[in-house]
């Protein structure tokens, strides 16, 4: 069982699933929105056996697979995960179906571009998490903007061009960064060593010079804060949200806004310790100003849509505090706070959407009283909204708790600041909710709309299943990071020290000339 | 050993699933029979638990059972444990005991609700978060409870949410609680931080090897949660407006166990407390201000359930102020009687609702007493208990507390005599009401007047019930009884009752103990007295007096204008400089106007660019040949 290639399998099922879809005529478009539907159902369900064959004991990576490539540049293709990257393949797949199901009847125009581009995007952002070769994950970074380019562009909103060249321009930006970085990595190590290679596995273990780690973890810092969204880089999220179809939105949110994080863990603290370490303060300063920021921003909107938007600014804020605190509490939870953005953040923008399919507008101001008319949506909704805010026994509150325990080891004052934020939340969500859902309704047009039906209540319960199971009970989750998160932080702290015990020595070295 | 602990919450767990998931298709009937029924098991089981903890010796008497791990990283663990102890087997009595009452009162109160299903749902959570809060073994079970009732407390004071007010309540709760939590949560962090758990006997039995400075900050953080939930100052904003939820709910909720939380916590955490005098002349002076505060407002209400509701602030802070001297036991017997009378009190006004067609204004009402016999005596007796008249619960409990106010190592005279003039106050306030509402002329409106009715049984049941335990409640807490309350509680709060056996001074004698006790009756009485004046003999006197001091009425009738303060100074303010700075200037003009404009200076500079692409084949080759002779020049003058 273990030499199947679950890796492969789930990486490449959906592209080749666009590939099927390419042969459907035309005008089936239920039969590819079945197709699509299956293709994804089918990566999921070979994706949950990694889940339960994943050894929590070791922070080796598993189900590696490794086939040759470009040898001359000495890229191959190398894909492997860790606790840290688990449960983002596993909420990608866990949220792929529910997306296409929940685009059912939402999306009109060209479908078939439309599924083909959600299936290329499902194996690019997997590709991200799984890569263990430097290269092959800058392919399917990049691979991943052009679908959700086109998702923004052409199935969005009314100023939906303006927002996907803001999306596109934004993070080119970053990727331009990191793919100079990169190279310039790639020569330097190359020179030092004498063999040049992308293999992760090789820079994980060698120690750059503090000088250039500086440079390089600016480089891709600012391409992953630019996606987390750290303040100031995330004027770019609002638009593409409000212009995103809920597919679009709930990608964007459920995994997109991950690669960020998940990029600072995989790279920039393994590869260059010493600047994390250096630049831990001024994130966390950062981190800290998103959380209350994007709280307090999305307070004033009047768009829903908007709100959540600006809410995850808030909640990635909490992520970025947990993972430069370095301690283990921070760490796992800023990871699971990552799997909790996903999944809160994530039914959000699919119950803004549902409320959209009704009413074609998103304004709060168009709602009220909504509660009555609809019970089920409001009890969906209502669920939702306190996991978001953080309510113990869901599993928003976990990942919050964890997170502003282990900074508080840290920075007591930034935690202080920080924990305020459970107030604000608590605000900007529930006056939202009672403005849209309670009161007595007010517009004629919300006194006739139809409540959930089948196939919305489906694309919501598994989600509810997993707040409520992260809520009450963590450990299975956490368990399956623990030695990964430990791994990770021995080595920012070793490699920290030797590369600077090596800069004693070169001056010293240099003090003897 | 015990295994069976777990059960006590599980079952209004399961009532809850079975009334929120299908209670939509139930009769009224039957989702009244499981909601109380389910609180009904889980009293029984309770009992069942309390009779084997009294057969062990006192100072073993606790059980624990650990579910399973909540989660852990690093070296931070939490578990899913329940702690079965003195303590909290008074406070699970207390809350299945007097909640099965309210669930069945509820049955006759909500009948022909359209949202009587949800409403057991969610009493039926609230309960279950409750009893989570008060078996938790860990102060994060403890903070899953207390926000899970915070939850419910949401929930059922928005419960008819198409009321914008009721609604806006619901929010202002929550949103304070949150306020509240937030200095929960930075008390939990220190505690982490330097005992490196959250298990309540880790966590107790090193509290003498941290820092004072430490304790004294672990204990005030912890109190700011306390005054969020249990309604004290600054925080106590949310509770009369509270009293927008279904009055049962009133009577669970807000009086008779959610708002008693903090009292609870902070008796819990007394190992911590006591080893910090600041933190607890804090609790102490808190308490007591807002025992007096809350009783002048309570003075002018014109509202019987707003009059109640003030009556908890108030009586909450006596509890507050045994705490904060290192009285305990004295807060948690306390919690107990007023768990009764104010849960009666409270049934008692929801009665006098259910007659006058959900009427609460006292002016309204009036001679009562005639056309609803079991309310009204009920209700005198609630009242009797709260005012302290000897006999009565209220009184055993409430003088307890003045007691250790002034004879503590911890309290002080001038405790005594404010604690001795609000309870003079709340003589006068709760009478006041009695008389409005039961005596005098009728002021019911008169299509009002044709339907007055004494309640079900259902309803009256409950009542007496409670009557019963409004009286004889306060005899298991006379000291030296078998089995008194004190000495049964003695094992939980040993630290504390050791440190005021340590500072006891000499001036503690029984003579004084009776004169004090003289005293507060005295007060009381003339308290009574007074209002019986005012609003029985003189029933024009109080406009008059009203007119005379109208200032001093505006004040009160306004409540300090506190509210407005807070609104004025807080909200507004900051939802504005959110609005139009954070969002309209920093975010649109600033961080966007720049993207923009780096955008729009590469734009401009491609759009001059592109008109060198003209498509006139002349003009390339003049190009050309002008590159050309650049070239060669150079290469030929270098």
Same mark, same amino acid.
């Given at each position: 069982?273990?030499?199947?290639?679950?890796?492969?399998?789930?990486?490449?099922?959906?592209?080749?699933?666009?590939?099927?879809?390419?042969?459907?005529?035309?005008?089936?478009?239920?039969?590819?929105?079945?197709?699509?539907?299956?293709?994804?159902?089918?990566?999921? +369900?070979?994706?949950?056996?990694?889940?339960?064959?994943?050894?929590?004991?070791?922070?080796?990576?598993?189900?590696?697979?490794?086939?040759?490539?470009?040898?001359?540049?000495?890229?191959?293709?190398?894909?492997?995960?860790?606790?840290?990257?688990?449960?983002?393949?596993?909420?990608?797949?866990?949220?792929?179906?529910?997306?296409?199901?929940?685009?059912?009847?939402?999306?009109?125009?060209?479908?078939?571009?439309?599924?083909?581009?959600?299936?290329?995007?499902?194996?690019?952002?997997?590709?991200?998490?799984?890569?263990?070769?430097?290269?092959?994950?800058?392919?399917?970074?990049?691979?991943?903007?052009?679908?959700?380019?086109?998702?923004?562009?052409?199935?969005?909103?009314?100023?939906?061009?303006?927002?996907? +060249?803001?999306?596109?321009?934004?993070?080119?930006?970053?990727?331009?960064?990191?793919?100079?970085?990169?190279?310039?990595?790639?020569?330097?190590?190359?020179?030092?060593?004498?063999?040049?290679?992308?293999?992760?596995?090789?820079?994980?273990?060698?120690?750059?010079?503090?000088?250039?780690?500086?440079?390089?973890?600016?480089?891709?810092?600012?391409?992953?804060?630019?996606?987390?969204?750290?303040?100031?880089?995330?004027?770019?999220?609002?638009?593409?949200?409000?212009?995103?179809?809920?597919?679009?939105?709930?990608?964007?949110?459920?995994?997109?806004?991950?690669?960020?994080?998940?990029?600072?863990?995989?790279?920039?603290?393994?590869?260059?310790?010493?600047?994390?370490?250096?630049?831990?303060?001024?994130?966390?300063?950062?981190?800290?100003?998103?959380?209350?920021?994007?709280?307090?921003?999305?307070?004033?909107?009047?768009?829903?849509?908007?709100?959540?938007?600006?809410?995850?600014?808030?909640?990635?804020?909490?992520?970025?505090?947990?993972?430069?605190?370095?301690?283990?509490?921070?760490?796992?939870?800023?990871?699971?706070?990552?799997?909790?953005?996903?999944?809160?953040?994530?039914?959000?923008?699919?119950?803004?959407?549902?409320?959209?399919?009704?009413?074609?507008?998103?304004? +709060?101001?168009?709602?009220?009283?909504?509660?009555?008319?609809?019970?089920?949506?409001?009890?969906?909704?209502?669920?939702?909204?306190?996991?978001?805010?953080?309510?113990?026994?869901?599993?928003?509150? +976990?990942?919050?708790?964890?997170?502003?325990?282990?900074?508080?080891?840290?920075?007591?004052?930034?935690?202080?600041?920080?924990?305020?934020?459970?107030?604000?939340?608590?605000?900007?969500?529930?006056?939202?909710?009672?403005?849209?859902?309670?009161?007595?309704?007010?517009?004629?047009?919300?006194?006739?709309?139809?409540?959930?039906?089948?196939?919305?209540?489906?694309?919501?319960?598994?989600?509810?299943?997993?707040?409520?199971?992260?809520?009450?009970?963590?450990?299975?989750?956490?368990?399956?990071?623990?030695?990964?998160?430990?791994?990770?932080?021995?080595?920012?702290?070793?490699?920290?020290?030797?590369?600077?015990?090596?800069?004693?020595?070169?001056?010293?070295?240099?003090?003897?000339? | 050993?015990?295994?069976?602990?777990?059960?006590?919450?599980?079952?209004?767990?399961?009532?809850?699933?079975?009334?929120?998931?299908?209670?939509?298709?139930?009769?009224?009937?039957?989702?009244?029979?499981?909601?109380?029924?389910?609180?009904?098991?889980?009293?029984?089981?309770?009992?069942?638990?309390?009779?084997?903890?009294?057969?062990?010796?006192?100072?073993?008497?606790?059980?624990?059972?650990?579910?399973?791990?909540?989660?852990?990283?690093?070296?931070?663990?939490?578990?899913?444990?329940?702690?079965?102890?003195?303590?909290?087997?008074?406070?699970?009595?207390?809350?299945?005991?007097?909640?099965?009452?309210?669930?069945?009162?509820?049955?006759?109160?909500?009948?022909?609700?359209?949202?009587?299903?949800?409403?057991?749902?969610?009493?039926?959570?609230?309960?279950?978060?409750?009893?989570?809060?008060?078996?938790?073994?860990?102060?994060?079970?403890?903070?899953?409870?207390?926000?899970?009732?915070?939850?419910?407390?949401?929930?059922?004071?928005?419960?008819?949410?198409?009321?914008?007010?009721?609604?806006?309540?619901?929010?202002?709760?929550?949103?304070?609680?949150?306020?509240?939590?937030?200095?929960?949560?930075?008390?939990?962090?220190?505690?982490?931080?330097?005992?490196?758990?959250?298990?309540?006997?880790?966590?107790?039995?090193?509290?003498?090897?941290?820092?004072?400075?430490? *304790?004294?900050?672990?204990?005030?953080?912890?109190?700011?949660?306390?005054?969020?939930?249990?309604?004290? *100052?600054?925080?106590?904003?949310?509770?009369?407006?509270?009293?927008?939820?279904?009055?049962?709910?009133?009577?669970?909720?807000?009086?008779?166990?959610?708002?008693?939380?903090?009292?609870?916590?902070?008796?819990?955490?007394?190992?911590?407390?006591?080893?910090?005098?600041?933190?607890?002349?804090?609790?102490?002076?808190?308490?007591?201000?807002?025992?007096?505060?809350?009783?002048?407002?309570?003075?002018?209400?014109?509202?019987?359930?707003?009059?109640?509701?003030?009556?908890?602030?108030?009586?909450?802070?006596?509890?507050?102020?045994?705490?904060?001297?290192?009285?305990?036991?004295?807060?948690?017997?306390?919690?107990?009687?007023?768990?009764?009378?104010?849960?009666?009190?409270?049934?008692?006004?929801?009665?006098?609702?259910?007659?006058?067609?959900?009427?609460?204004?006292?002016?309204?009402?009036?001679?009562?007493?005639?056309?609803?016999?079991?309310?009204?005596?009920?209700?005198?007796?609630?009242?009797?208990?709260?005012?302290?008249?000897?006999?009565?619960?209220?009184?055993?409990?409430?003088?307890?507390?003045?007691?250790?106010?002034?004879?503590?190592?911890?309290?002080?005279?001038?405790?005594?005599?404010?604690?001795?003039?609000?309870?003079?106050?709340?003589?006068?306030?709760?009478?006041?009401?009695?008389?409005?509402?039961?005596?005098?002329?009728?002021?019911?409106?008169?299509?009002?007047?044709?339907?007055?009715?004494?309640?079900?049984?259902?309803?009256?049941?409950?009542?007496?019930?409670?009557?019963?335990?409004?009286?004889?409640?306060?005899?298991?807490?006379?000291?030296?009884?078998?089995?008194?309350?004190?000495?049964?509680?003695?094992?939980?709060?040993?630290?504390?009752?050791?440190?005021?056996?340590?500072?006891?001074?000499?001036?503690?004698?029984?003579?004084?103990?009776?004169?004090?006790?003289?005293?507060?009756?005295?007060?009381?009485?003339?308290?009574?007295?007074?209002?019986?004046?005012?609003?029985?003999?003189?029933?024009?006197?109080?406009? =008059?007096?009203?007119?005379?001091?109208?200032?001093?009425?505006?004040?009160?009738?306004?409540?300090?204008?506190?509210?407005?303060?807070? =609104?004025?100074?807080?909200?507004?303010?900051?939802?504005?400089?959110?609005?139009?700075?954070?969002?309209?200037?920093?975010?649109?003009?600033?961080?966007?106007?720049?993207?923009?404009?780096?955008?729009?200076?590469?734009?401009?500079?491609?759009?001059?660019?592109?008109?060198?692409?003209?498509?006139?084949?002349?003009?390339?080759?003049?190009?050309?040949?002008?590159?050309?002779?650049?070239?060669?020049?150079?290469?030929?003058?270098?």
């Amino acid at each position: 069982m273990s030499d199947f290639p679950f890796l492969t399998t789930i990486t490449a099922l959906p592209a080749l699933g666009a590939l099927g879809l390419l042969f459907f005529p035309k005008t089936a478009e239920k039969g590819q929105k079945l197709f699509a539907l299956l293709v994804t159902l089918a990566t999921f +369900i070979v994706s949950v056996p990694i889940y339960f064959n994943f050894d929590p004991s070791t922070p080796a990576f598993q189900f590696v697979e490794q086939y040759s490539w470009i040898e001359v540049l000495g890229a191959s293709y190398h894909v492997g995960i860790d606790g840290i990257s688990l449960f983002m393949v596993l909420l990608t797949t866990f949220l792929a179906p529910l997306i296409i199901l929940s685009s059912w009847t939402a999306i009109r125009k060209s479908v078939k571009g439309f599924l083909i581009s959600m299936l290329l995007l499902e194996t690019g952002m997997l590709g991200v998490f799984v890569s263990l070769d430097l290269l092959l994950f800058y392919v399917f970074w990049e691979a991943m903007l052009i679908p959700m380019y086109f998702i923004i562009g052409i199935w969005g909103g009314e100023r939906r061009i303006y927002a996907a +060249i803001k999306f596109f321009i934004y993070t080119m930006v970053g990727s331009l960064l990191m793919m100079v970085a990169l190279i310039v990595m790639y020569l330097y190590v190359g020179r030092e060593t004498g063999t040049y290679t992308f293999d992760y596995l090789v820079f994980r273990e060698y120690l750059l010079p503090a000088g250039i780690q500086t440079w390089l973890f600016l480089a891709f810092g600012l391409s992953f804060a630019i996606k987390v969204p750290i303040f100031p880089f995330h004027t770019w999220l609002p638009d593409a949200h409000v212009e995103a179809p809920t597919a679009g939105s709930v990608v964007l949110a459920g995994v997109l806004l991950k690669m960020g994080t998940y990029g600072f863990l995989r790279f920039c603290l393994p590869l260059f310790p010493n600047a994390s370490v250096q630049f831990a303060p001024l994130i966390m300063i950062l981190a800290v100003i998103g959380i209350l920021y994007g709280a307090w921003v999305a307070m004033v909107q009047p768009d829903i849509k908007k709100l959540v938007a600006y809410s995850s600014v808030s909640h990635l804020g909490f992520v970025m505090l947990g993972i430069f605190t370095f301690t283990h509490q921070g760490m796992q939870g800023g990871l699971i706070q990552m799997v909790n953005h996903g999944l809160s953040t994530g039914a959000l923008f699919l119950i803004v959407g549902m409320i959209y399919e009704r009413r074609h507008t998103r304004l +709060i101001a168009e709602f009220g009283g909504l509660a009555r008319q609809l019970p089920i949506f409001a009890t969906f909704f209502m669920i939702v909204t306190l996991s978001s805010i953080g309510l113990p026994g869901l599993n928003g509150f +976990i990942g919050e708790f964890l997170v502003l325990l282990g900074a508080f080891q840290t920075n007591q004052i930034l935690t202080a600041f920080a924990a305020s934020g459970v107030i604000f939340a608590a605000v900007y969500m529930l006056w939202m909710f009672r403005r849209v859902m309670f009161g007595p309704i007010t517009r004629e047009e919300n006194k006739s709309l139809a409540d959930l039906n089948l196939r919305e209540v489906v694309v919501l319960i598994p989600i509810i299943v997993f707040i409520v199971w992260i809520g009450v009970w963590a450990q299975p989750f956490l368990g399956k990071m623990e030695a990964s998160v430990d791994h990770l932080i021995r080595l920012v702290d070793a490699k920290k020290t030797a590369v600077l015990q090596m800069n004693d020595q070169h001056m010293w070295a240099r003090g003897d000339k | 050993m015990n295994d069976y602990l777990w059960l006590i919450p599980f079952f209004p767990l399961l009532g809850f699933l079975i009334n929120g998931l299908l209670g939509r298709n139930f009769s009224e009937k039957m989702v009244g029979i499981i909601g109380a029924g389910a609180i009904f098991l889980s009293f029984v089981t309770t009992l069942l638990t309390f009779k084997e903890l009294l057969t062990l010796e006192p100072e073993h008497r606790i059980f624990i059972q650990k579910l399973y791990t909540w989660m852990a990283t690093g070296n931070f663990s939490v578990d899913v444990a329940f702690r079965f102890d003195a303590l909290s087997a008074v406070m699970t009595l207390v809350v299945t005991g007097v909640g099965f009452l309210i669930h069945v009162y509820s049955i006759g109160y909500m009948h022909g609700d359209r949202g009587f299903f949800r409403y057991f749902a969610f009493l039926n959570l609230f309960t279950f978060a409750m009893l989570l809060l008060v078996l938790g073994n860990n102060f994060l079970i403890l903070f899953l409870g207390w926000e899970g009732v915070g939850l419910c407390s949401y929930l059922l004071i928005g419960f008819w949410y198409e009321k914008i007010d009721y609604a806006n309540a619901g929010m202002k709760a929550f949103i304070v609680n949150r306020i509240g939590d937030f200095g929960f949560l930075l008390g939990m962090f220190l505690i982490f931080k330097h005992f490196g758990s959250l298990d309540f006997d880790q966590v107790f039995s090193n509290a003498a090897a941290v820092p004072p400075g430490v *304790i004294t900050a672990i204990t005030l953080l912890l109190f700011v949660g306390a005054t969020g939930k249990s309604a004290q *100052i600054p925080l106590y904003v949310w509770l009369p407006d509270a009293m927008a939820g279904p009055t049962p709910v009133s009577a669970l909720i807000h009086a008779a166990t959610m708002v008693t939380a903090g009292v609870y916590m902070v008796s819990r955490a007394s190992a911590l407390y006591i080893l910090s005098p600041l933190a607890l002349s804090v609790v102490a002076v808190i308490g007591v201000a807002t025992a007096l505060f809350a009783a002048t407002m309570a003075i002018t209400s014109q509202d019987i359930k707003k009059v109640l509701a003030y009556s908890t602030i108030s009586q909450l802070g006596y509890m507050f102020l045994a705490a904060g001297v290192g009285a305990f036991s004295a807060a948690i017997f306390h919690l107990m009687t007023h768990a009764f009378f104010k849960a009666l009190l409270f049934l008692g006004a929801g009665s006098v609702m259910h007659a006058l067609s959900n009427e609460t204004n006292l002016m309204k009402m009036g001679g009562l007493r005639k056309h609803l016999p079991i309310t009204f005596w009920t209700f005198l007796v609630g009242g009797l208990a709260i005012s302290g008249i000897p006999g009565f619960s209220g009184f055993f409990s409430k003088d307890e507390i003045l007691w250790k106010a002034f004879s503590s190592p911890f309290g002080s005279p001038v405790l005594w005599g404010v604690g001795a003039v609000a309870a003079g106050i709340t003589a006068f306030y709760i009478f006041r009401m009695i008389y409005l509402a039961f005596y005098g002329e009728s002021r019911v409106d008169p299509e009002v007047a044709l339907h007055i009715h004494e309640s079900p049984k259902v309803m009256t049941v409950p009542l007496m019930v409670l009557a019963v335990l409004s009286i004889i409640g306060g005899y298991v807490g006379i000291p030296h009884v078998y089995m008194g309350l004190e000495h049964f509680l003695e094992p939980v709060f040993e630290p504390a009752s050791v440190a005021m056996a340590a500072g006891a001074a000499g001036h503690a004698s029984a003579s004084t103990e009776f004169t004090l006790m003289g005293i507060s009756v005295v007060i009381a009485l003339a308290g009574i007295y007074l209002a019986y004046q005012l609003y029985v003999m003189n029933p024009e006197k109080p406009r =008059q007096l009203a007119q005379s001091m109208h200032g001093l009425y505006t004040l009160l009738f306004n409540k300090y204008y506190v509210d407005e303060i807070y =609104q004025a100074v807080f909200v507004k303010p900051f939802v504005n400089l959110s609005n139009v700075f954070f969002w309209r200037f920093f975010d649109v003009k600033i961080i966007d106007g720049i993207v923009n404009g780096v955008a729009r200076i590469f734009g401009n500079i491609a759009a001059g660019l592109r008109r060198m692409q003209t498509g006139i084949v002349q003009m390339y080759a003049l190009s050309l040949m002008l590159g050309a002779i650049i070239i060669f020049g150079y290469f030929i003058l270098r």
